[in-house]
T-cell receptor
Framework: AQSVSQHNHHVILSEAASLELGCNYS??????LFWYVQYPGQHLQLLLK??????LVKGIKGFEAEFIKSKFSFNLRKPSVQWSDTAEYFC????????????FGQGTELSVKP | SQTIHQWPATLVQPVGSPLSLECTVE??????LYWYRQAAGRGLQLLFY??????ISSEVPQNLSASRPQDRQFILSSKKLLLSDSGFYLC?????????????FGNGTRLTVT
């Protein structure tokens, strides 16, 4: 069965530190990749997405992610985090020959200390 | 513009009682529809998805069922709730007309089974 794995359950950083959240998926076919963010008390929002082309994609609020097909990875990065980045981050994979269903990782909680 | 409505926002039900959560989408036609359950530390678990009226795919064996009586209506049900059904339930839609459409989430329903 397909799965998405996020390596870090809880990450604590100080402001201005660099961020990298790991995401790996298990599926050999064509996939689309997403990162969603959920700020405290808010609903899920799309942060960025990869469909094709340049494997380095840029999203909102200075986030970017790199798709490495050979490693089945789609890690999220930000050079300098802010306190307002405190949230839970979800990696997701869309499987195209299965009704477009989206499979999520278990999430990574990011806490940024001011 | 498209909107997704999910209700109720919170629900407290006794064990053994029935459940019906409703989700409707406006501003689009023939969407893919999804029910997810979000649990702390476990990410978003896909419960059901639907690519059309009356077409439901179940992802995990459980005490719940889903129905799609109309194009833009998706209902999550149970005949008899279990304590383990407590959780945060999210409805989502994606476009079948827009290639690589991301998922758009509702605000969720917090279900507590007592």
């Amino acid at each position: 069965a397909q799965s998405v794995s996020q390596h870090n359950h809880h990450v604590i950083l100080s402001e201005a530190a660099s961020l990298e959240l790991g995401c790996n998926y298990s599926y050999g076919g064509t996939v689309n990749l997403f990162w969603y963010v959920q700020y405290p008390g808010q609903h899920l929002q799309l942060l960025l997405k990869y469909f094709s082309g340049d494997p380095l994609v840029k999203g909102i609020k200075g986030f970017e992610a790199e798709f490495i097909k050979s490693k089945f990875s789609f890690n999220l990065r930000k050079p300098s985090v802010q306190w307002s980045d405190t949230a839970e981050y979800f990696c997701a994979v869309k499987i195209y020959n299965q009704g477009g269903k989206l499979i999520f990782g278990q999430g990574t909680e990011l806490s940024v200390k001011p | 513009s498209q909107t997704i409505h999910q209700w109720p926002a919170t629900l407290v039900q006794p064990v053994g009682s029935p459940l019906s959560l409703e989700c409707t989408v406006e501003g689009t036609s023939n969407p893919n529809l999804y029910w997810y359950r979000q649990a702390a530390g476990r990410g978003l678990q896909l419960l059901f998805y639907s690519v059309g009226i009356g077409q439901i795919s179940s992802e995990v064996p459980q005490n719940l069922s889903a129905s799609r009586p109309q194009d833009r209506q998706f209902i999550l049900s149970s005949k008899k709730l279990l304590l383990s059904d407590s959780g945060f339930y999210l409805c989502a839609w994606s476009s079948r007309q827009v290639y690589n459409s991301p998922l758009h989430f509702g605000n969720g329903t917090r279900l507590t089974v007592t």
